[in-house]
T-cell receptor
Framework: GENVEQHPSTLSVQEGDSAVIKCTYS??????FPWYKQELGKGPQLIID?????GEKKDQRIAVTLNKTAKHFSLHITETQPEDSAVYFC?????????FGKGNQVVVIP | NAGVMQNPRHLVRRRGQEARLRCSPM?????VYWYRQLPEEGLKFMVY????????ESGMPKERFSAEFPKEGPSILRIQQVVRGDSAAYFC????????????FGSGTQLSVL
């Protein structure tokens, strides 16, 4: 089945700087790649997604890039704010289900 | 415009008891997924259901675990004869249909087995 890996596991950034989280996937048939943000005690919240026929997508301070050849995709958060502090999960869709990475703890330092 | 509703938020059971977790999908959504999350781990797929059908249960243990999504009412994840290793957060996600990939998650049920 699909195997998704995330790096780094923890990321600390100064408020206002950019944060980048990278994920790799194994199944070349995967065609949909969402990112979720999870705050303590809450369920994962979909923040942005990208399909395999698109290389980049942007929504305000958040962007996602996809490299199908290398089988990796990245989440970019610009002008980070304290409320961006959370665990971020990437996922890849294969065989009608999402396979998730283990998550990245992002800490934005005021 | 309610989101995915899960209840209870917290469930405490003693070893050997049964746990029932409920999930009501978003309005208009007919597909439900159940995922399990352990501390500092990602979400692990358990089962994918449509109304009255189990589409994929390959992520669910063969014994003690079962899931249903009846024509009327919420989806139920049932764990019989719980053991301490079943303690985890269980999340439900709903999807509008197979042509729309977006999954929306509920707030989860934290199961604690004493």
């Amino acid at each position: 089945g699909e195997n998704v890996e995330q790096h780094p596991s923890t990321l600390s950034v100064q408020e206002g700087d950019s944060a980048v989280i990278k994920c790799t996937y194994s199944d070349s048939a995967s065609n949909y790649f969402p990112w979720y943000k999870q705050e303590l005690g809450k369920g994962p919240q979909l923040i942005i997604d990208i399909r395999s026929n698109v290389g980049e997508k942007k929504d305000q301070r958040i962007a996602v890039t996809l490299n199908k050849t290398a089988k990796h995709f990245s989440l970019h958060i610009t002008e980070t704010q304290p409320e961006d502090s959370a665990v971020y999960f990437c996922a890849a869709r294969s065989n009608n289900r999402l396979a998730f990475g283990k998550g990245n703890q992002v800490v934005v330092i005021p | 415009n309610a989101g995915v509703m899960q209840n209870p938020r917290h469930l405490v059971r003693r070893r050997g008891q049964e746990a029932r977790l409920r999930c009501s999908p978003m309005k208009g959504h007919s597909h439900v997924y159940w995922y399990r999350q352990l501390p500092e781990e990602g979400l692990k797929f358990m089962v994918y259901l449509q109304k009255e059908n189990i589409i994929d249960e390959s992520g669910m243990p063969k014994e003690r675990f079962s899931a249903e999504f009846p024509k009327e009412g919420p989806s139920i994840l049932r764990i019989q004869q719980v053991v301490r290793g079943d303690s985890a957060a269980y999340f439900c996600a709903s999807q509008q249909g197979s042509g729309n990939e977006k999954l929306f998650f509920g707030s989860g049920t934290q199961l604690s087995v004493l």
